[in-house]
């Protein structure tokens, strides 16, 4: 994946979770999902990239979050199942 694309998913992800977290429903990202699957589309990366970033950030996650960040790590696990 290119690395601007990287870094606008990101940040979109980033700041879509953070707002997230703070209204308590991690359901709000499937928006910021969306809006990241239209960019990969119109860069015309393949729709697998996503599978990819969604597993080296769930991964990453599950290192580094531990116990309290286990709400985030399942709604990754979540979205690689929607997401092969």
Known sequence: ???DTLLRINRCLAGG???????????????DMTWVKGLLKYNQIPPEALGLYLAAYHQ?????????????????????????
């Open 60 to 84: 990453a996650a599950k290192t580094h979050l531990g116990e309290s960040g286990q709400l985030i790590v399942d709604w990754l696990a979540s979205r690689l199942i929607c997401n092969p």
């Open 17 to 31: 979770m953070t707002a997230a977290l703070k209204l308590g429903d991690l359901n709000l990202l499937n928006a």
């Open 1 to 3: 994946m290119p690395p």
